[in-house]
């Protein structure tokens, strides 16, 4: 997978990012960059859930767990992604300053 960058500037979520899970072994880096002071909150989140219904449409309904080191972020944090997952997004509170950028990479061999 292609390194994927997304920035989001409000309170909100970002796009789910859909993981590879063919990729074996797989290793997901996750990283967030604050663009200065910020009064947001970021949360890293990640989804066992399937991402699209049975009829291709998005599964609003997945539900998303805080990434234990990557939770509650108000300043640059950068970790890896240890259990099986099918998406990440970055979740943010409060209202930000700035935008808050979010990459995530994943490597592996199909």
Do not use: E
Not at 68 to 92: E, I, M, W
Not at 95 to 101: A, L, N, S, V
């Amino acid at each position: 997978m292609r390194r994927v960058t997304q920035v989001i500037s409000a309170a909100g979520n970002t796009a789910p990012v859909i993981l590879d899970q063919y990729l074996t072994p797989t290793d997901v880096i996750l990283a967030v960059q604050f663009g200065g002071s910020t009064g947001g909150t970021a949360n890293v989140q990640y989804t066992p859930d399937p991402i699209y219904n049975s009829d291709g449409s998005l599964n609003t309904s997945a539900t998303y767990y805080n990434h234990p080191v990557l939770a509650a972020l108000t300043t640059d944090g950068v970790d890896q992604l240890d259990v099986p997952a099918s998406a990440v997004r970055l979740n943010v509170t409060g209202t930000p300053t700035t935008p808050i950028t979010f990459q995530v990479g994943q490597a592996g061999i199909r």
